[in-house]
């Protein structure tokens, strides 16, 4: 099993920034693509930001030139630095890892943590 410790949510006002952390844990082969995603109240859960192991990235429209993942891969931990926050990014962030548990997996499993809550006040 994998395990996603989520941390570093809390609360901050708008223009400030927060940095959250995800590390991956258990019977771990190899992980693929690591991300954030959000779900604010009454929304569907979005995607904010993925990377490859080769440290491609990908990036939400709404959070271009506001917020930066970054990765670990040593330490199976994945980053997201926000800055310039907006009241409008208040929600509940998950991290997302895309895991290899076995050497003769075809396809990697998805696994999510519990996600950490970042509210950012106007």
């Known amino acids: 099993q994998v395990q996603l410790v989520e941390s570093g949510g809390g609360l901050v006002q708008a223009g400030g920034s927060l940095r959250l952390s995800c590390a991956a844990s258990?019977?771990?082969?190899?992980?693929?693509?690591m991300g954030w995603y959000r779900q604010a109240p009454g929304k569907q859960r979005e995607l904010v930001a993925t990377?490859?192991?080769?440290?491609?990235?990908n990036y939400a429209d709404s959070v271009k030139g506001r917020f930066t993942i970054s990765r670990d891969n040593a330490k199976n931990t994945v980053y997201l630095q926000m800055n310039s926050l907006k009241p409008e990014d208040t929600a509940v962030y998950y991290c997302?890892?895309?895991?290899?548990?076995?050497?003769?997996?075809?396809?990697?499993?998805?696994?999510w943590g519990q996600g950490t809550q970042v509210t950012v006040s106007s």
């Open positions: 990377i490859t192991s080769g440290g491609s990235t």
């Open positions: 258990g019977t771990i082969f190899s992980i693929t693509a």
């Open positions: 997302n890892a895309r895991c290899y548990t076995r050497s003769y997996q075809v396809r990697p499993d998805d696994y």
